[in-house]
T-cell receptor
């Protein structure tokens, strides 16, 4: 069964700094999508970024980028120039059917 | 606003009772997914419907059932409720039935079982 592991329950970053959230997964499939979702206190699930496994190029969305290492089954999220509004729970997901336990990100002013 | 609506927003009920959660997908989307999020935990995938048919099943209890109607709205029925069923239930939709490239989440229904 596919599993998704987020090894950092909590992370903290200074405003304007860069932070990286880790995610590893396990699968025997070769083609799949990976996602990072943000869940602010409102509890709304917001898609941050997605990666297609067959694409070697790492996905980027403005200040958000991923480091996708397919062989290592690693999918980390880098947030650059962190803003107060980035404070939230972040969930890594495999094919939207398997979510990690989440990382709570705090942004310090 | 994702375009996915869920009703009710909040629901408080007693153990042993039965409730129905409703979801209307984004216009044009054929797939509906249901998830359960217990307090401070990740989302657990429950079930997917595509164009009225069950497409994939996750960790859905036998006390839970779902269906998707011809107008594509979906209902999640929870019966013989237990305290541990208290959670946030999300519905999401996507345009087709395969591995979704994009998925849109509703605001969730918060269920409290007392």
């Amino acid at each position: 069964a596919q599993t998704v592991t987020q090894s950092q329950p909590e992370m903290s970053v200074q405003e304007a700094e860069t932070v990286t959230l880790s995610c590893t997964y396990d699968t025997s499939e070769s083609d799949y999508y990976l996602f990072w979702y943000k869940q602010p206190p409102s509890r709304q699930m917001i898609l941050v970024i997605r990666q297609e496994a067959y694409k070697q190029q790492n996905a980027t969305e403005n200040r958000f980028s991923v480091n996708f290492q397919k062989a290592a089954k690693s999918f980390s999220l880098k947030i650059s120039d962190s803003q107060l509004g980035d404070a939230a729970m972040y969930f890594c997901a495999y094919k939207i059917v398997r979510f990690g336990a989440g990382t709570r990100l705090t942004v310090k002013p | 606003d994702s375009g996915v609506t869920q009703t009710p927003k909040h629901l408080i009920t007693a153990t042993g009772q039965r409730v129905t959660l409703r979801c209307s997908p984004r216009s044009g989307d054929l797939s509906v997914y249901w998830y359960q999020q217990s307090l401070d935990q990740g989302l657990q995938f429950l079930i997917q419907y595509y164009n009225g048919e069950e497409r994939a099943k996750g960790n859905i209890l036998e006390r839970f059932s779902a269906q998707q109607f011809p107008d594509l709205h979906s209902e999640l029925n929870l019966s013989s409720l237990e305290l541990g069923d208290s959670a946030l239930y999300f519905c999401a939709s996507s345009p087709d039935g395969g591995d979704p490239y994009e998925q849109y989440f509703g605001p969730g229904t918060r269920l409290t079982v007392t």
